[in-house]
């Protein structure tokens, strides 16, 4: 499998690039009323109004340090409240490396992940380990209502 990886902190994620759409530096953005912290706000992609969430702020509730290498990975996020695909931008620091897990190399996450259910299989390489992101359970459903109506 194909991953784009990033920290989190000192952590180390990865997103399967089958859900990759565009990777954009990070952009100014237009605050959305109501929502929590984590989502930083909205900016225009190709004439869409682009929801982004801050990783680092949602899994370790620290905000993103604005780098050189943060950047905005805008991803397919299908919404069962309104059955359509939509262009979620999930934003996260060192955005930097592509690379190849290997199917061997996946473990099933044996530890409970709470309220963190996009937290998914973990993988293991030369630089330790990786934990794989499940894009579609970043949001709870109360919040697609609001961030996507249509």
Do not use: W
């Amino acid at each position: 499998m194909l991953v784009l990886v990033f920290k989190l902190g000192d952590d180390r994620y990865a997103l399967p690039t089958k859900d990759l759409v565009l990777l954009v530096p990070a952009v100014e953005m237009r605050e959305i009323p109501r929502t929590p912290d984590f989502i930083l706000g909205m900016f225009e992609f190709k004439g869409l109004a682009v929801p982004v969430v801050d990783l680092q702020l949602l899994t370790k509730q620290t905000p993103c340090t604005p780098r050189l290498s943060t950047r905005v990975m805008l991803t397919n996020y299908h919404s069962a409240k309104t059955g359509k695909t939509h262009v979620l931008g999930l934003m996260a620091e060192d955005v930097t490396q592509v690379q190849e897990i290997k199917d061997k190399d996946v473990k099933g996450n044996d530890i409970s992940v709470g309220e963190a259910p996009y937290l998914g299989d973990v993988a293991t390489d030369d630089g330790g380990m990786i934990q794989l992101l499940d894009v579609q359970k970043i949001l709870p459903n109360a919040l697609q209502d609001t961030l996507f109506v249509r």
